[in-house]
């Protein structure tokens, strides 16, 4: 069966730092390009960062560019986002998604004073 | 960036008859790497259609996808009552990997 699941969300102030963490199981991570995907608090779906099967590829939507940090450790099954310079419009679920087939319950960041 | 517009906004409809999805790209999208997702609420997303028309795995064949280039569609033959959701529109061909605004089917 499988199984993702994502955590380390939580509240933190604007400017603040927060790192996810996506476990998996159930199926072959390293041979899957891993993704997270952000919903704001009542809409659409925004696609926020991908990584390749091996790591040796990134790629980041315009919006975080620069201030967040995708990773994956294929021995333990895992992917990351490290999030810095956090703003209010951060705000909102967080998926990870493996070939966009594969998805977590999502994680809720929320940036506010 | 390539951008993915979904029509209609809403559509209502009854369980039984068709539904129609457009999703329009304002550039072409490589190699057809397009998708359909439903969401339901307080639910993540679930993939239907990859590769503009290739039925995802447990995926009913009342779904179908159809298109190319700019141009794609949604079609759920026969609508039952856990068809209504809302359903995105993607492209996975060129980072970044852009979603489409949404298209809520609700019941009419």
């Known amino acids: 069966e499988v199984q993702v699941v994502d955590s380390g969300g939580g509240l933190v102030h604007p400017g603040g730092s927060l790192r996810l963490s996506c476990a998996t199981s159930?199926?072959?991570?390293?041979?899957?390009?891993m993704n997270w995907v952000r919903q704001a608090p009542g809409k659409g779906l925004e696609w926020v960062s991908y990584i390749s099967d091996s790591g040796n590829s990134m790629y980041y939507a315009d919006s975080v560019k620069g201030r967040f940090t995708i990773s994956r450790d294929n021995a333990k099954n895992s992917l990351y986002l490290q999030m810095n310079s956090l703003r209010a419009e951060d705000t909102g679920v967080y998926y990870c998604?493996?070939?966009?087939?594969?998805w977590g319950q999502g994680t809720l960041v929320t940036v506010s004073s | 960036e390539i951008v993915l517009t979904q029509s209609p906004g809403t559509l209502s409809l009854s369980p039984g008859e068709r539904a129609t999805l457009s999703c329009r790209a304002s550039?072409?999208?490589?190699?057809?790497?397009s998708a359909w997702f439903q969401q339901k609420p307080g639910q993540a997303p679930r993939l239907l259609i990859y590769?503009?028309?290739s039925r995802a795995s447990g995926i009913p064949e009342r779904f179908s996808g159809s298109g190319s280039g700019t141009d794609f569609t949604l079609t759920i033959s026969r609508l039952e009552p856990e068809d209504f959701a809302v359903y995105y529109c993607?492209?996975?061909?060129?980072?970044?990997?852009?979603f489409g605004q949404g298209t809520k089917l609700e019941i009419k």
């Open positions: 590769g503009a028309s």
């Open positions: 998604a493996g070939r966009f087939i594969y």
């Open positions: 550039q072409s999208v490589s190699s057809s790497y």
């Open positions: 159930g199926f072959t991570f390293s041979d899957y390009g």
């Open positions: 993607q492209q996975y061909g060129s980072p970044p990997y852009t």
